[in-house]
């Protein structure tokens, strides 16, 4: 893709979309299923979901690792959502229910939930564990990911 032109996955349907980088902010839709590829909530993933949105998504993908049984994954949920407000479209924020994707949990070291892990172009690009209130989560993806929120 040129840099003018971002490739983002559908968070309904899973469609590969490319998207003119200054139609972000414009509430753009899914080529496939015409739903928004962004609507102010994480998408709840599983793990080919997760595979998928690091892979091809060309914005940073911020995802939450947590648990239903999780007391501070819970009390963290509604402040994730929060932040997906203020950082979509300039990142994905993707959750992933750890119980269900311990291979995911492996791969990158995941020792205790919640945890947010940070990509673009599908590298890690930072790590952190523990529940954050939302000033917290914006100021460590911004940081780590270079990117406006």
Do not use: Y
């Not at 993707?94 to 990158?108: H, S, T």
């Amino acid at each position: 893709m040129t840099a003018t032109t971002l490739t983002l996955v559908c968070p309904s349907c899973q469609s590969i979309n490319r998207v003119p980088a200054a139609r972000l902010a414009a509430g753009p839709r899914c080529g496939s299923c015409h739903a928004p590829l962004f609507d102010g909530h994480p998408a709840e993933v599983d793990a080919a979901g997760f595979n998928r949105h690091v892979q091809h998504d060309q914005i940073p993908v911020l995802a939450d690792l947590w648990a239903p049984w999780c007391g501070p994954c819970r009390a963290m949920a509604p402040t994730f959502v929060q932040a997906a407000v203020r950082l979509e479209p300039h990142f994905r924020l993707i959750k992933l229910n750890a119980d269900n994707a311990p291979e995911i949990l492996a791969k990158f070291g995941v020792r205790s939930i919640p945890t947010l892990l940070l990509f673009r172009n599908g590298a890690p690009i930072g790590q952190t564990a523990g529940a954050m209130p939302l000033e917290q989560i914006l100021q460590w993806a911004q940081s780590h990911a270079g990117a406006p929120a």
